[in-house]
Structures are given as C-alpha cells and as structure tokens.
C-alpha cells in the first residue's frame, strides 16, 4: 500500500476536526466560566457508571467533549492528536465517514469503559454484601458525598473507597475516540514514520501495537492514576472492528 495521498482538495484542518476542536474547546471554557458560579459542568455531562444516580443516558455522548479544567494538557493532547492523526484520514474519507468513524469509536471506548467497571462495581459490591451490607446499605453508600471508612469494620477501607468512587468518578474527554483515530491511522498507513517527541522515528503499525499493549498492560495493573485505560482501549478496538466491517461490506478504507 501505498502512503503517498495527494489530492487538490487536501486540507490542513478540514472541517469536522475543525468543528470538533472548536466544540471541545467552547465545553473546556464553559466548564471553566460556570465553574466560578458554582455549576460543574463535568458532573452533568461527565459519563457516570449506569446505576449511578448521577446517570444519564446523554452522558455517553456528552463526556466526549469534557476535559479536565485542571490538567491543561489532557485537552491540549487529545486535540493535537486528533490533528496530527485525523486530517489524513478526513481528507481521504470524506466528512460522514470521518464523523461516523469517530463517534462510534468514542461509543465504544465509553460502553467498553462502562461495562468493566460495571463489572469491577459488582464484585466489590459482593464483597460488602458478605460482609453484612444490606440494599439499602450500598444504596446509601454510593449516594453519600462521602464514605465512612468506619462504616464497616470488617472491610478493608479500599473496597469502601473504590466502591463508592466506582458510582462517583464520572469519565470525560475524547480519548477513545482520539485512539480510535490512531488505530485507523496505523491500519491505513503502516508503514508510515511517527517522530515520537519529534526526534525517534516509529513506524505507525508498531506505535499502535506498543500503545495497544501499554493500555492493556495498565488497564491489568493500575497505577492509581485517573487515565481510562480500557477507554482507549475501548476506542482502539471499536476502530479495528469497524473497519473490517467496512472491507468485508467492500466498503474499502477509502472513500
């Protein structure tokens, strides 16, 4: 294959990473101006766990274009990444595949993302039900602003934390659809040279499998941070999926 794409109609910044960029960035300054007049932007359409009443179904749109007000960096990457690795692919897709492509790669990061820690939320839960918890118990649990590492002697105060943040810790920002973004880039241009920090080159296919296999790594083995990893991984696989779904329809990866 080919990875020379030379085209008249070639744009720097085409229009849906542009609107995008604009959409994300409005979100970022809004959160940032209602956050001075006590509105949390990010706790109405950051993505809660599902069972959380915090919950709503818009949220698994909505938190695609939430960033943290207090990382700068986590906006500045995801929108130089979604540049760097997407205007090729909206330049040779077209704007509806491009917009298609994107958006069900971040469903899929959120709906993978939700589905493990659903899971996690349960076992926990499982956990504080042996050891005495009633419904009503774990009910008021996740909908106190606070837990009571007294509550319950005879659980370690982790499970406590991690239950209770389980329900309470809502995901934002545009990663898993910015992965996604980079698997179709590694799928569509292999070969390619990625200058990682602008000075060690990378071939694409081998920077996906690294990132891949570092995501899947940490998603195992927490490091404590509040990186989503099975998010990525989420947008990574949903991007993979698709586009075979695209070459087995004899859809191509070209437009």
Do not use: C
């Not at 207090?70 to 995801?78: L, P």
């Not at 492509?101 to 659903?118: C, K, Q, R």
């Amino acid at each position: 294959m080919s990875n020379n794409y030379q085209s008249t109609t070639f744009k720097r910044l085409p229009d849906v990473i542009k609107n995008l960029i604009i959409i994300n960035g409005l979100f970022f300054v809004g959160s940032i101006v209602l956050k001075n007049f006590g509105i949390d932007l990010i706790e109405k359409l950051g993505l809660f766990l599902p069972g959380s009443i915090n919950f709503a179904p818009y949220q698994f749109i909505t938190h695609m274009f939430m960033h943290s007000t207090v990382n700068y960096g986590h906006i500045f990457m995801n929108m130089f990444m979604l540049w760097m690795f997407g205007n090729m692919l909206e330049n040779i897709w077209g704007a509806k595949r491009f917009l298609t492509y994107y958006m069900i790669t971040g469903l899929g990061a959120a709906l993978l993302y939700s589905g493990v820690h659903y899971i996690e939320a349960m076992m926990l839960q499982s956990e504080l039900i042996d050891a005495g918890m009633t419904s009503s118990d774990l009910v008021n649990l996740v909908t106190t602003s606070r837990y009571d590492p007294a509550i319950l002697s005879n659980v370690g105060e982790d499970v406590l934390r991690n239950y209770w943040l389980a329900y309470n810790t809502p995901v934002i920002g545009a990663s898993g659809a910015v992965y996604g973004v980079l698997m179709a880039f590694g799928m569509l241009f292999p070969n390619m040279k990625i200058y990682v920090y602008f000075l060690f080159p990378i071939k694409a296919k081998w920077m996906v499998i690294i990132l891949g296999a570092i995501e899947f790594f940490q998603g195992f083995h927490p490091d404590g941070s509040n990186v989503a990893h099975f998010a990525h991984l989420g947008g990574m696989l949903f991007g993979f999926l698709l586009i075979k779904y695209w070459q087995k329809k004899g859809m191509g990866t070209y437009s």
